[in-house]
């Protein structure tokens, strides 16, 4: 049986990042976090479906990272408050999960203005498209 890169890479799975980007947004649960804003961060990995590559070809469809990009700067620049980023991580999850083309996502969002001696405290999840 003849294998060749190409067949490999149109079978496989690509992971579309976004990594560190930074919002300000008014967010926490906290008294001292209410009617002020700070540094939200976000990381992404969105994890394609099987075949991806050839289905762009094939197809035209694609996952977009500027999509999921905007979706966060819009919540972000909305001016309400957030309470957790628990819940700003399960909005992106859900938002990116639209997209069929995405078969699993990690979404880690991070303050990193809380304490001096960490980068950042936040959460991450991983959420999976339901089985059909």
Not at 14 to 29: F, N, P
Not at 68 to 85: M, N, R, T
Request: a negative charge; hydrophobic letters at 40%; aromatic letters at 6%.
């Amino acid at each position: 049986m003849e294998m060749n890169g190409d067949t490999l890479a149109e079978d496989g799975r690509d992971v579309i990042l976004i990594e560190g980007l930074k919002v300000a947004a008014q967010i926490g649960i906290l008294d001292s976090e209410k009617n002020r804003t700070q540094t939200v961060c976000f990381d992404i990995e969105m994890q394609t479906v099987a075949g991806y590559r050839r289905i762009v070809r094939e197809t035209g469809a694609f996952v977009s990272y500027a999509d999921a990009v905007e979706f966060i700067q819009q919540k972000a620049s909305s001016g309400g408050h957030i309470d957790l980023v628990e819940d700003w991580a399960e909005a992106v999850a859900e938002f990116v999960l639209t997209n069929e083309l995405v078969e699993d996502v990690s979404v880690k969002v991070t303050k990193p203005d809380i304490f001096e001696e960490a980068a950042g405290v936040g959460i991450r999840i991983q959420r999976r498209r339901p089985s059909r």
